[in-house]
């Protein structure tokens, strides 16, 4: 087994805890689900938010999830102008067998602007790649 980063961002409609904490679950949600990761071989989880974003850590989310003994660390994304903004990002640093080819990259929402490059449209919700970071 060894390390790998799994990327994934999504956009929210407004900067409330509730709104936060409900966008990065679902990210969350939809990382795990798609790479089939377990709980246990999550190593650490790095949020970062932009700076329209402060109403919440979206680590809340992720312990609310159950990631307890997980841990997460949230910081603010550099404000490049022109970026994308109302954005939650994530990497996640996974124990798994998976070759980098095999990780799903997921980009959700309006996030999905991020990685055009390498994503393709699965069940009409979720944009995910099936490459790179």
Known sequence: MVVRGVRG???????????????????LRAIVTVNNIETQDIASAIFTV?????????AVAA???????????????IPVPGSL???VRVLLHINTDKTPEEIVHVYLRDAKKLRPDI???????????????
């Open 9 to 27: 961002a999504i956009t929210v409609d407004e900067n409330t805890k509730e709104e936060i904490v409900q966008r990065t679950e679902e990210l």
């Open 50 to 58: 932009t700076d329209d974003l402060n109403a919440e850590f979206p």
């Open 63 to 77: 312990r609310r999830m159950g990631w307890i003994h997980i841990p997460l660390l949230c910081s603010r994304e």
């Open 85 to 87: 903004g109302m954005c």
């Open 119 to 133: 994503g393709t449209s699965v069940q009409d919700k979720y944009y995910i790649s099936d490459n790179h970071a």
